[in-house]
């Protein structure tokens, strides 16, 4: 069983910058990739950044430049800088990740909670 616990979020205006962080806690033996997702009301749940176990990193084309995915594995712990903030940016931002117990177990997907993030004048 592994925990996400996200946070960072809160009230920016446009053009500013916030850092999420993501801590895991719990069974963990390896992590795999780590993903940032984000949610609108009403709107589908959207893909944002990844960083896979080699560091490898891709983003969604709305927040190419801007916005970066790093990971501490030291720490179980990945984070999303954010700048240069949109309005349309505002969401709940979520944590995924892929995590195994051992060697002999199966890889397991685990989300956060999710934090929000609100960019408004």
């Known amino acids: 069983q592994v925990q996400l616990v996200e946070s960072g979020g809160g009230l920016v205006q446009p053009g500013g910058s916030l850092r999420l962080s993501c801590a895991a806690s719990g069974s963990i033996f390896r992590i795999g990739a780590m993903n940032w997702y984000r949610q609108a009301p009403g709107k589908e749940r959207e893909f944002i950044a990844i960083?896979?176990?080699?560091?490898?990193?891709r983003y969604a084309d709305s927040v190419k430049g801007r916005f970066t995915i790093s990971r501490d594995n030291a720490k179980n712990t990945v984070y999303l800088q954010m700048n240069s903030l949109k309005p349309e940016d505002t969401a709940v931002y979520y944590c995924?990740?892929?995590?195994?117990?051992?060697?002999?177990?199966?890889?397991?997907?685990?989300w956060g909670k999710g934090t929000l993030v609100t960019v408004s004048s």
């Open positions: 960083i896979t176990s080699g560091g490898i990193k």
């Open positions: 995924k990740g892929s995590f195994t117990a051992s060697d002999y177990d199966p890889w397991k997907d685990y």
